[in-house]
């Protein structure tokens, strides 16, 4: 069956780079997907990448794909105590859009 | 971007009653809008799929008896939690996309508090 593993967890300090990283299963998947989830809020789309690419860099994001190896990466550069959040990612099911979540990176960035 | 908001942001109520929460996409047609529910420091749950005009689809072990969803606009999908328990205090979060699009839109969610 389709499952998406994340660690649950990573601490950086200010102005280092964060790299949460996650794998999955479905090899049919055709987006992955990044989200971010700040408390008492809903999710965020911070950026996705399609299956057949390998890379894609928005701003301080830059996504990682291996298609072989099923694993998907999040780097984030400089990272600011504002990036503090709960950072998911989701592959979308080929059968009506679902979307698999992963169960949520906690980020958390010390001055 | 696309706007998705749900209401109220926040409800709490007493054990048997039933508790609507809608959403709605402010700035695009939504064909089909997802209904999730997350626990503490859990992912997020997909309960159904609905396709605007159309009958939900449930995810498995979900009770549609229970959480009854109707998609009656392509813009507002209304999530009504019936005869509401202490088990079903949760954060309810709802998603829309249109049709073949690449991403679905998160709403803020519901914080929803059985007493």
């Known amino acids: 069956g389709e499952d998406v593993e994340q660690s649950l967890f990573l601490s950086v300090r200010e102005g280092d780079s964060s790299v949460i990283n996650c794998t999955y299963t479905?090899?049919?998947?055709?987006?992955l997907y990044w989200y971010k989830q700040e408390p008492g809020a809903g999710l965020q789309l911070l950026t996705y990448?399609?299956?057949?690419?390998d890379m894609k860099q928005d701003q301080r994001l830059t996504v990682l794909l291996n298609k072989k190896d099923k694993h998907l990466s999040l780097r984030i550069a400089d990272t600011q105590t504002g990036d503090s959040a709960i950072y998911f990612c989701?592959?979308?099911?080929?059968?009506?859009?679902?979307?698999?979540f992963g169960q949520g990176t906690e980020l958390s960035v010390k001055p | 971007g696309a706007v998705v908001s749900q209401h109220p942001s926040r409800v709490i109520c007493k054990s048997g009653t039933s508790v609507k929460i809608e959403c709605r996409s402010l700035?695009?047609?939504?064909?089909?809008m997802f209904w999730y529910r997350q626990f503490p420091k859990k992912s997020l749950m997909l309960m159904a799929t609905?396709?605007?005009?159309?009958?939900?689809?449930?995810e498995q072990g979900v009770e549609k008896d229970k959480f009854l969803i109707n998609h009656a606009s392509l813009t507002l999908s209304t999530l009504t939690v019936t005869s509401a328990h202490p088990e079903d205090s949760s954060f309810y979060i709802c998603s829309a996309g249109t049709s073949g699009a690449d991403t679905q839109y998160f709403g803020p969610g519901t914080r929803l508090t059985v007493l």
């Open positions: 479905d090899s049919s998947s055709t987006y």
């Open positions: 609905s396709n605007e005009g159309s009958k939900a689809t449930y």
């Open positions: 989701a592959e979308r099911n080929n059968q009506g859009g679902k979307l698999i």
């Open positions: 700035d695009f047609q939504a064909t089909t």
């Open positions: 990448i399609f299956s057949n690419m």
